[in-house]
């Protein structure tokens, strides 16, 4: 019976290192030499064996981001994952995600994941057209990318998320579209799909790119549904589409507000109502992991009206919206005594919709949803 009183918590491991940095990309991530690379697991794995092991927690969920953690030699990342696994209480159907980029990964990378409990693949390819990757900045090829998506499926994944992008330089309504079949055709089990965000500081933002204009971007995301619903996809997120029983448990927790512990440089926490990140400079992390505290910033408590906004902010983002009897039930109050005003106002803009107990975004609504998830902090 013990396991039942276990609450839930999910972790993240942040692998900064890729082959080359996209053009598009401002996360936290470059490429490394080997040296390097060692030194860094060496240093996760000293703030892995520092912090609690909770024993009262049993970890749902591990994703494994980055950068890209395909690139370092598998026995790191089997080391991390055993280590993981003996320290904390692992939950026996724990969703264990690894993000990997086509044209680094083989037969025997694929097979040590799988041995070390990795469960779930997801494939950054962002397009199938080798023209887009190329102005993308991309270090592979679609033919690549095949090659890795039938050789994890041959290896034994049977959890696959494939990532795409809309909206990207030159890129037609058309292009989009075919892309999407292409891709669904493959049938994985999930599909994230993104527009392009040009972010400040990469190299699209001193270029002078040719973007679809705002209808025909509205029509790309509008469709994406559609289109990957006649395939047997649903989206159950802003940009996030699965097969039924497929959806990514570990990003819903981020949703839903399950407590979550970060590993590595600059990777995030939600503990016990605090909010903190680790520190985003190598050197400093390489130095002080063995002692977590040292390397936290921007630690948060959260007020009660903090993670109101958040239940109601995050929330929306799923397509199943949000729950009144789950607000009162945390919150002890209900939504209406809170957000009364908000909640009308965007119900008679028809930008949000109330059903069977829930309140979730309109079509219409999920394109300004940043406007109406404003709305909500007090």
């Known amino acids: 019976m013990e ?12 692998i900064p290192f890729c082959v080359k940095k996209c053009d598009y990309c401002d996360f936290l991530s470059g490429p490394a030499g080997k040296e390097r690379q060692a030194e860094y697991f060496r240093a996760l794995e000293k703030e892995v064996a520092a912090v609690s092991d909770f024993p009262d927690r049993e970890i749902t969920t591990v994703f494994i981001g980055g950068g890209t953690p395909s690139v370092p030699e598998p026995a790191f990342i089997a080391g991390l994952m055993d280590q993981i696994r003996n320290k904390f209480f692992m939950a026996p159907d724990a969703e264990i995600t690894i993000e990997a980029n086509p044209g ?64 990207i330089p030159e890129q037609t309504y058309e292009d989009w579209e075919k892309n999407l079949r292409t891709v669904a055709e493959l049938s994985p089990e999930h599909i994230s799909a993104y527009s392009l965000i040009v ?109 109101m906004a958040e239940f109601m902010f995050l929330g929306l983002r799923m397509t199943e919206g949000v729950s009144l009897r789950g607000f009162k039930e945390y919150f002890g109050e209900n939504m209406e005594n809170i957000y009364g005003e908000v909640l009308k106002k965007h119900r008679n803009l028809g930008l949000l919709e109330q059903k069977d107990g829930r309140i979730f975004l309109t079509r219409r609504g999920i394109h300004v949803s940043n406007g109406v998830m404003a709305d909500f902090l007090l």
């Open 3 to 14: 396991n039942k009183a276990k609450k839930p918590l999910e972790l993240y491991v942040h």
């Open 104 to 167: 680094t990964l083989y037969k025997e990378k694929l097979q040590e994941y799988l041995e070390h409990g990795i469960n779930r693949l997801s494939l950054g390819l962002q397009s199938p057209q080798n023209r887009e990757l190329k102005i993308l900045g991309r270090i592979h090829t679609w033919e690549e990318f095949l090659e890795s998506f039938f050789m994890a499926e041959e290896a034994g994944f049977t959890n696959i998320n494939i990532d795409l992008m809309s909206a």
């Open 199 to 307: 972010e400040e500081g990469t190299p699209f933002w001193e270029r002078e790119l040719k973007l679809p204009d705002e209808d025909t971007e509205y029509r790309m995301y509008e469709d994406t549904a559609a289109i990957l619903g006649e395939y047997g996809f649903h989206q159950y997120e802003i940009s996030n589409y699965a097969k039924k029983g497929r959806e990514c448990r570990h990003n819903k927790g981020y949703w839903q507000r399950t407590d979550y512990l970060g590993f590595g440089l600059g990777a995030s926490s939600l503990l016990n109502h605090v909010r903190f990140s680790n520190t985003d400079n190598m050197e400093e992390y390489l130095r002080n992991s063995a002692f977590p505290e040292k390397i936290r910033r921007n630690v948060e408590a959260l007020t009660r009206e903090d993670e």
